[in-house]
């Protein structure tokens, strides 16, 4: 069976690549081979940053594999989120060190998720992002928690119901990305930054960035981001945006 995701450790960085083309959509074999190598970088001593990157050129991650959302139950939905929100959102939380997302290419949906799962942003001046779920007849819940804390809540509104794609210059000007670099540069920048974190004081990255994920903690409302996302999916009405999605069509929300 193909792996999905790249481990690869070097001078005290880990950099996990995800590797589904053509687009890194998102199943449970992508998402169990990812949490499982944030918990083996956090178990290693010798690592002291992560690097979160992808290996398909001009893409980061489109999101959730539809596949897995069509005609399924809701307890069939609620095990695909339970990856993507709760185990994600504790691998993150439990990493013990800094974790950076190099964008250079397209992130939306839950490849939205994985980037800001991680704790800076670099993105490629190319890069692009988006919520596109409410195109689908879906909601992007998990991003109802922690956005509008980020952006605001009238802009993290904005981009959440209207599903636009925005560029990399328009996120960093709205605090989602730290830095926008030329496309060729992310990896290095991102590697980079991993290198400066890497070099200070284990104990005072470890306790401090325990001390900042403990603040800034919104995992208490995952577990209801996963019902409202679940509970929508499910609808006849995001049935039917996931079919004409992949139908290559508009819905037709009357006559779901």
Known sequence: MKD???YEAHDRIAQISIERPPVNALNLSVLEELIAALRRAAADDNIRAVVLASAVPRRFSAGLDLNLVLGKSKTQVRALLDKLYLELSDAQYHLNKPSIAAVAGAARGGGMTLAISCDVLIAG???????PEIDLGLVPAIHFAHLP???GRHRAFELLFSGRAFGADE??????????????KVLEEARGLAHAF?????????????????INDYRRTIGEAA????NIATTDEAQEGIRAFTQKRSPNWERS
């Open 4 to 6: 999905f995701i790249r």
């Open 227 to 230: 019902e409202i996302f679940c």
């Open 125 to 131: 001046e190319n890069a692009s992002f988006g919520y």
């Open 171 to 184: 996120a960093c000007s709205l605090g989602l990305v730290s830095r926008v670099v030329p496309d060729e």
């Open 149 to 151: 804390h980020i952006v």
């Open 198 to 214: 890497a070099s200070k004081s284990p104990n005072a990255i470890r306790l401090g960035r325990a001390a900042f994920m403990r």
